[in-house]
């Protein structure tokens, strides 16, 4: 079965400096989707950016970029300039495939940034 | 497009009573799943769904069932809701290869 792992809790960094979110996962799966999420206090799942496997460049959305190493599993989330609107929990999320072509998400239990104006 | 829309927002059962979440979607999205939150246990997966009459099992299946019937429209079913069940749900949608659209999410708290 596939895991998603995320080693930080909680992780504290000043307003505009760059903080990294690691994460890890486990797959028998040669391509595969995977995504960071945004979970501000108001609850909403907000789409961060995405992955997919088989593509070798490593995604970027404005202020929000990925470290993809497909052998070594890892998929870390860099945010540069952080602004107080980052605070949130972010989510590691990876696409699982079941019956029939069905899917849905893998998570990690989340990481807390905190944002230090 | 209303998006992902859930409902009820706040609900309060009691032990051994049953009742369904509503989740629909009005983006004629193919892919649909259903996911509970934990404090400290992030998002887990509990049924999800591709097209009319395709269901499976997520990974925390128990106590709940699905059925996809048309393609807006994906319920979740407590059949005898127990205080384990408490917690916060959370339905997405999908279409082709992009990410999840969730709803703003049901909170169910059983006595």
């Known amino acids: 079965a596939q895991t998603v792992t995320q080693s930080q809790p909680e992780m504290s960094v000043q307003e505009a400096e760059t903080v990294t979110l690691s994460c890890t996962y486990d797959t028998s799966e040669s391509d595969y989707y995977l995504f960071w999420y945004k979970q501000p206090p108001s609850r909403q799942m907000i789409l961060v950016i995405r992955q997919e496997a088989y593509k070798q460049q490593n995604a970027t959305e404005n202020r929000f970029s990925v470290n993809f190493q497909k052998a070594a599993k890892s998929f870390s989330l860099k945010i540069s300039d952080s602004q107080l609107g980052d605070a949130a929990m972010y989510f590691c999320a990876y696409r699982r495939y079941g019956r029939g072509g069905a899917d849905g998400l893998t998570f990690g239990k989340g990481t807390h940034l905190i944002i230090q104006p | 497009n209303a998006g992902v829309t859930q409902t009820p927002k706040f609900q309060v059962l009691k032990t051994g009573q049953s009742m369904t979440l509503q989740c629909a979607q009005d983006m004629n999205h193919e892919y649909m799943s259903w996911y509970r939150q934990d404090p400290g246990m992030g998002l887990r997966l509990i049924h999800y769904s591709v097209g009319a009459g395709i269901t499976d099992q997520g990974e925390v299946p128990n106590g709940y069932n699905v059925s996809r019937s048309t393609t807006e429209d994906f319920p979740l079913r407590l059949l005898s809701a127990a205080p384990s069940q408490t917690s916060v749900y959370f339905c997405?949608?999908?279409?082709?290869?992009?990410?999840?659209?969730f709803g703003s999410g049901t909170r169910l708290t059983v006595v």
């Open positions: 997405a949608s999908r279409k082709d290869s992009h990410g999840y659209t």
